[in-house]
């Protein structure tokens, strides 16, 4: 198997379904002539020609509307929001559309779009360009928000987005993107939404995370098990929503020690529907408080101090630790 | 070159063919079928008289609030008057007259404004989008749709319709930039009925037309007299016509007026006068048009009277088969339904959550 | 004291805070001539002048983006979103500027606009018009969001977000505009921000709310009382972000159950950053789960259905009682 | 008057003083005293050398991401010479020149390029908005202050910066739009410099000229040679005056281009030509008004070189100034200041416990 950056696993699985089904379509700004800004839709115009992969002008709002009509018309966009930071344009033609017009028509159009927008930090970029707001599109019923966390589950998981009958917003960890390299399969291979993954298996405490804080999370879980002898098991979200809780349950449930880790903000972040959960459904199995390693509740600092702001190794091995002491 | 005026490539013009006396430009008439007029004619009636229905029901209680069409009959179903089947609608609010037109059964209208979602089931017959109430947002819609069929290699239009008031909102900005740029079989209807609520055309923006708004976007662009049925079909057609044959999108002005209420909810007195009122409804679309069908021939005096009643035995039939359908409607478990196109765990939780909880708290009474 | 709506309340507060201090302008669609689709703005045009009552063009992020730039010089908008359903327009330039510029500016340019919406649902309206997505905005940093629950406290709120300094999205339930009287005093009377209240004293169990779900809260503390004999203390939020946590947390200690109860749809929504409070700050002293209350995760239906997707007194008795047997 | 052509009330004009060749339209020319002519070459020339020296620093890793200006010196230079301090700027991200004319400290520029949150902050005695990066939003807040002018009864104006690609945004229409309504003092300068990071002007709307937008607003319009400082000045200072009297907003389309890359992590050549970057570099807003100021006698041939000089020392000393004050920077609990005029008592809890933290996790390595 090649071995991919996140970058090429995304493109090899916008290619290949652009090659199965041709009502699948590329728009964005940038898109096109120039491949994106990060490279992701890179020689897909050289392949599949200008109608196929559109620049557009420069409207967010515009895009994801124009998505939409294209979505019920029976074709398949997949549109890219330059950077997440300017994708809350959209939220209107999101929330207001996307998300209920299969309802709205009582089952006869369906909006089966992809919006795809790397966000978060770590890339020591300009103001807009590192946040993280994956709950604003996580609370609006009729959307499903995907993150993944590797090259190999980037792929799979698009390919799942793009093949999905409903809205997708799909979010791309651009720390990641070029980060490191995994083997992804030339042929076909796609995820299932809605499902979490066990990343690490652990019997002493439970740690959740998702996108770019899956690689912190897993070397903490490598240092709490070799400096202190610790198992920590990992679950990596994938799908934010739709939610599937069954695994974060039975995890806590085993463990009785949890921490969330993400870098939105903590104040109505993902952290805290995930602890809602828990209480929910393993709260009597539960030793100790529910910990969130987070980002802080301020703006992201520009980069000379981000790394203040992200949560990293240090924190999410003193947050474990601390679980463990209680 | 200095300083220099710069030569606009299009010009935007004014187009009026039967004017509020009932003359004619007979140079401009559009040729439609005799059995089209008076289908025309027929559901611009029904749509009045079903629209003063639905005012009565509201009043009553019977009905939850909604937007009257009154006066703008003529600016929105001489628009869709041409359209093919297989053609788009993607609508605002205030198009019921289009609406009945492209087959919508009276007694649905009735069942979604009791707050039904089952009424806002759109049949697979029909190629159009139920109504959007966020303003300006549904032209963005049309322009994808346009866009779809152009790759589709399809020669259907998208028309999408909104109102005055709809001219401010960014979306209508990006949606007329993008059909130019993209040059999709998309047109523009807006029914400029000289409010948004109780803001006047004039404060809604300073350009002195909305249609000469096309200049910013490389598209066609035309103000029509909107009370004037046949001035909005002859537009219409024009505009279809380029679509059809890839020239691209046009934006079409129908100067109207709505001669009742908002909503329901409104009270206009707060911001216009009666007399302004009055004026609007000597340029009544639909008594203009009966003068042209009479002049031709078409519409024998006693004629108006029958169609009158036969609206009006049309109308009562739809409230009672709408009646009798809500008697069957109203299952709350509906609510779970169509939010993704398979329920999600969660979601199969929380139904049972609210089945459960309905029998618990009616056990607790 | 003379008994007003919460209409004629906030009426009373938009005047007198625009007779106190010129800088305060009112803007938005219909706030001027109509006085505001649902009168909240009756007669200040009348008073004011059409300078400082602006009726604006149909643009959502137009008014924001305009009380932003208002508001760096100098004035104190106050803007009003004729529905919260429409207010997604305006996140692009309340996540992105006005919950930012001070941070941005370092100090020089604070934001002290006040974007007010009616939100919720209960009055048969139609689409858009019944939302609850306040999650949203509680979620930006630099934000404040505030929903009162009663003619005086909205009073007494609005005229404090006019005056605080940051930007305060202050959102109206609409079904209690015109629900009940309350006697309203004359003379100014605010009360600050990030505060909540106890707005019924007990031992045996906590009901958290804000805003319309204030009504059947209390209520449904009532009809405990009369027919149960239990004692629930009822938490009235009142400001959502930042969040004042110190009552929810002392009387969730007090008494070991707490429910809360909202319309937003469950997941994502506020409760989960409450019960995330409560398990970092009263865990120990929890002896149930925190129970969800809540509007479900779907589209609120269309009117006729509504009453079902909304809590009412009996969810609310149910979940207490369960609470206490648990 | 049944089809006829509306006659615009507003022309749309394009204006040149100072050619590509350095011809002089004496009739056009503004009359600018001699030692401000003198500041604004300096200023150019300033700003063109800091930007290769940032390009080079940026490429030494010294510093991170930013936006060239290359080439757009004129364009948006001119426009803000004639301006008060007391009138307000509303800058995009390539305004660089007007930003030093405005006093902005070089160092500043370099300390904030380095991710320093304190090179943000605006002094008192300067009424500038910081940059704007999120494209086309920025222009809103430029009709609210012109708004709050014209309430205050000031004769200051507002004046904001966007690229052609900002004209795309919904909020661009939003600003112009409610520019008219109110009438307020905001002038809006579009610097059309050929790209949209890879998306040429011709993609980014079918509207011949940028300039025309203005006629769906019914506010003032031109388009200019943005590389010819004399044609922005003039162009700006007419809106200015407009804007003082009362008269309203002006949309002012300088027609220039972006020399280098969009910003350093971009590749244009992608998406461009080296000839077509050639052909502009014939057309240098610098060399061309030295060509001028020449022909006026005042610059004298070896003057260039000293000018060239000096800038260049006043950079070195910059870059030094910039380096000694980063290391007096990055005390990473700044990032808890300026979320709220008062810090909240949970965000003091967060800082506590970020100081906490900060001290356990050392201790723990
Ligand atoms: C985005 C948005 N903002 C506000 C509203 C509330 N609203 C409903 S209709 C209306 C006025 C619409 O005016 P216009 O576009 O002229 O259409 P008309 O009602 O005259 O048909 C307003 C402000 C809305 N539905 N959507
Ligand atoms: C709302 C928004 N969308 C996307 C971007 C990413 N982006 C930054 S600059 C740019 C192109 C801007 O083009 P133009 O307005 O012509 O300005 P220029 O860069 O040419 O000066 C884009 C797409 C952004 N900053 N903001
Ligand atoms: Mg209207
Ligand atoms: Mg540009």
Redesign the interface.
Known sequence: MPKMTMVQALNLALRQEMERDESV?VLG??V????G?FRVTDGLIQQFGE?RV??????E??I????????????K?VCEIQFS??S??T???M???A????????????VPLVMRAPYGGGV??????SES?E??W??I??I?MVIPSGPRNARALLVSAIRD??PVVFYEPKALYRAFREEVPEEEEAMPL?RSLIAREGRDLTLIAYGAMMRPTLEAAEKLHSAHGVEAEVIDLLTL??????LLVASARKTGRVAVVHE??????????I??RL??KA?YH?E???A?VTG????I??????T??LPGV??I??AA?QLLAA | MPRTRIELADAIEYLSILDENGTLDRSLEPSIPAETLLRLHRTMLLARRFDERLLSLQRQGRIGTFPPIAGQEAAHLGAVAMLRPSDWIVPAFREMAADIWRGRPLESIIVYNNGFNEAGRIPADRNDMPISIPVGSQLLHAVGIAWAIKYRGQSDVAMTFFGDGATSQGDFHEALNFSGVFQVPAIFVCQNNQWAISIPRAKQTRSPTLAQKALAYGIAGIQVDGNDLLAVYAAADEAVQRARAGQGATLIECVTYRMAVHTTADDPKRYRTDAEVEEWRRKDPITRFQTYLAAKGLLAADAVAAEEAAVQAEIQAAVDRAEEQMKRLGDPLLMFEHAYAQMPAYLKEQREEFIRLRAETQEEK
Request: hydrophobic letters at 35%; zero cysteines.
């Open positions: 379509v700004e940038d096109g002539v120039d491949g800004v109608t559109v620049d557009t002008p420069l409207a709002s515009g994801v509307g124009m998505s939409i009509g294209m979505a019920v018309y029976g074709l966009p930071g300017f809350y344009y939220l209107h033609q929330e207001n559309h998300a209920r017009l299969r309802w709205r028509s009582q089952g006869r159009y369906g020591r970029a300009l103001e807009h360009h707001r709950t604003f996580s609370h019923p009729g499903k009958p409903d809605s929503s739709p939610m599937d809780d069954s939105a903000p903590r104040s109505f972040g993902p952290g805290a529907e602890i809602a209480v929910e709260f539960l100790v408080p529910v969130r802080y509740d301020v703006v600092p520009l980069f000379s101090r981000e203040h702001y240090p924190r091995v003193h630790r």
